[in-house]
């Protein structure tokens, strides 16, 4: 089947880290770029980074460049958000995204069912 | 980054209805344009690419039109499945954006 799912939200401190997996199956993992979209609640969709198939191409939103890092492993057929000085405006829903080539320029054809992230003290 | 702000925010209607959700970028984005729709707690799905291209298993009384800087999602007859709330998505640049979103609502 194929399918991407989110793993590693939960509630953080502000100024604190938390890394965010998606692991992706039934599709050729390494020829897909892929991205992070996040949703705060009640809000619209903000897309947060991008990867390309080989690592080599990363972009991120200006909301979040400096203090996230994506990154993916194909030999694990997963994708990370590395998301470190969070903030409370970083509280929502992160989605895995995957991108319909293998440059991160775009739609997303496949997403996963996303997890929560929650920054408050 | 490129704006893209869409028309109206809510919308009510009936089953049945025709409805025309408007999306407007803030630079010309040639067709580089996506819709998505997404039910409450549930992830998007795609919906229109290429701002006319239905993407496989999706019902023909969606459709997808415009360029530059000006789209439009259509549905012809709003059926119960279709309550939702729907994004345009411009990927001319890769620092993707979407919409705001248009909530369709039950008249």
């Known amino acids: 089947e194929v399918q991407l799912v989110e793993s590693g939200g939960g509630l953080v401190q502000p100024g604190g880290s938390l890394r965010l997996s998606c692991a992706a199956s039934?599709?050729?993992?390494?020829?897909?770029?892929m991205s992070w979209v996040r949703q705060a609640p009640g809000k619209g969709l903000e897309w947060v980074s991008g990867?390309?198939?080989?690592?080599?191409?990363?972009f991120a939103a200006d909301s979040v460049k400096g203090r996230f890092t994506i990154s993916r492993d194909n030999s694990r057929n997963t994708l990370h958000l590395q998301m470190d000085r969070l903030r409370a405006e970083d509280t929502a829903v992160y989605y895995c995204?995957?991108?319909?080539?293998?440059?991160?320029?775009?739609?997303?054809?496949?997403w996963g069912q996303g997890t929560l992230v929650t920054v408050a003290s | 980054d490129i704006q893209m702000t869409q028309s109206p925010s809510t919308l009510s209607a009936s089953v049945g209805d025709r409805v025309t959700i408007t999306c407007r970028a803030s630079?010309?984005?040639?067709?580089?344009l996506a819709w998505y729709q997404q039910k409450p707690g549930n992830a998007p799905k795609l919906l229109i690419y290429?701002?006319?291209s239905l993407e496989s298993g999706v019902p023909s009384r969606f459709s997808g039109s415009g360029s530059g800087t000006e789209f439009t999602l259509t549905i012809t007859s709003l059926q119960p499945d279709d309550f939702a709330t729907y994004y345009c998505?411009?990927?001319?640049?890769?620092?993707?954006?979407f919409g705001q979103g248009t909530k369709v609502e039950i008249k």
């Open positions: 995204a995957k991108d319909q080539l293998v440059e991160p320029y775009y739609y997303f054809d496949l």
């Open positions: 039934g599709f050729t993992f390494s020829s897909y770029a």
């Open positions: 990867i390309s198939g080989s690592s080599d191409i990363t």
């Open positions: 630079q010309g984005i040639r067709t580089w």
């Open positions: 290429s701002a006319s």
């Open positions: 998505q411009q990927y001319s640049s890769p620092l993707r954006t």
